[in-house]
C-alpha cells in the first residue's frame, strides 16, 4: 500500500506543503507522477503523512491503482463535546462500512476520508502517546494538508486571535500546540484516509510498513 503524491506541487524537505502559513523552503523539492510512461515515477507518501523527496519506479506488475479522483468515499466528521474514545471510533467506523454497502450499493465506498486540524501529524510528537487523538491518527493513512496554523490555535483556545505570550495552557492538547510554535513551528492541520479492507482497529496496519517497504513496495 502506497500513497504517491499528485505531480506538479512543490514540498518543503520536511515532507509538508510548501508556503503553507507563509514558510517557503530554500531546499524545496517538486513532485511527479506519471502514468503514462513506465516505469511509473511518483514521490511517496509516508503513512504518518510526509512527501518523500527520493521518488520510486513502478512497473505494471507492481502497481493497481485503488483510489482515483471521482471514486465514492466517506468523509468522516468528529462531533464537538465529550471525548473520541478509541474503542467507539473504531465501532463507528465498522458500522459506517457494513451500513453504506448495504444500504447504498450501486455507490461503493472505496475509503473514508477526514481533513482536519486534529490529523496534524506532529501532534505525535508533542502530545502523549495515548491521547485519543493520536492513536486515532495511528490507525490512519496521514497525508499533508495546506490548513493554518489560525485553524489549530483557534480549535486549541477557542479563538485564533489570542496571544499565545500570555495565554495560559490548562489541557495537554493546549500545551502541545503552544510548544510546537515555541520550537519555531507552525500548524498546518492534516488529512487521512482508511480503507475498509484494511479496518483492522487496535492494529495501525499503515504503521507496520517500514521506510524501506514504502520507498521499495512489492
Ligand atoms: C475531538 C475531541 C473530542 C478530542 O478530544 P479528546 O478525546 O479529549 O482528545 P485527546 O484524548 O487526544 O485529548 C487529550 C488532551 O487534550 C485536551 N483536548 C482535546 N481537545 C481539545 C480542544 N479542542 N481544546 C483544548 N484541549 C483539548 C484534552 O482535554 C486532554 O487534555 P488533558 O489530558 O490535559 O485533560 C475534541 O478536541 C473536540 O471536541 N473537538 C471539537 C470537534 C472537532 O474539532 N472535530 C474535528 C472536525 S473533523
Not at 211 to 218: A, E, M, S
Request: hydrophobic share 40%; with cysteine.
Amino acid at each position: 500500500m502506497l500513497f504517491l503524491a499528485e505531480g506538479g506541487i512543490n514540498f518543503r524537505a520536511d515532507g509538508q506543503f510548501d508556503g503553507v502559513n507563509g514558510i517557503y523552503d530554500s531546499q524545496a523539492f517538486t513532485t511527479t507522477l506519471d502514468f503514462r510512461v513506465m516505469p511509473l515515477r511518483g514521490n511517496p507518501v509516508t503513512p504518518d503523512g510526509r512527501v518523500l523527496r527520493q521518488a520510486v519506479h513502478l512497473s505494471w506488475a507492481e502497481w493497481v491503482q485503488i483510489l482515483s479522483p471521482g471514486d465514492p468515499t466517506l468523509s468522516l466528521h468528529i462531533p464537538a463535546g465529550g471525548k473520541m474514545d478509541h474503542a467507539q471510533c473504531g465501532e463507528s467506523l465498522q458500522e459506517a462500512f457494513a451500513f453504506f454497502p448495504k444500504h447504498f450499493p450501486e455507490r461503493p465506498v472505496r475509503a473514508c476520508t477526514c481533513d482536519s486540524w486534529l490529523l496534524d501529524s506532529h501532534f505525535q510528537e508533542y502530545m502523549p502517546p495515548d491521547s485519543n487523538i493520536v492513536r486515532f491518527q495511528r490507525e490512519m493513512y496521514l497525508h499533508p494538508v495546506r490548513g493554518r496554523n489560525e485553524g489549530v490555535v483557534g480549535q486549541a483556545f477557542g479563538s485564533p486571535l489570542i496571544d499565545l505570550q500570555s495565554v495560559k495552557a490548562n489541557t495537554a492538547l493546549q500545551r502541545a500546540v503552544l510548544q510546537y510554535i515555541k520550537n519555531g513551528a507552525l500548524w498546518s492541520g492534516g488529512g487521512s484516509v482508511l480503507f475498509p479492507e484494511d479496518m483492522s482497529w487496535g492494529k495501525q496496519v499503515y504503521r507496520s510498513q517500514t521506510l524501506d517497504d514504502i520507498i521499495r513496495p512489492g
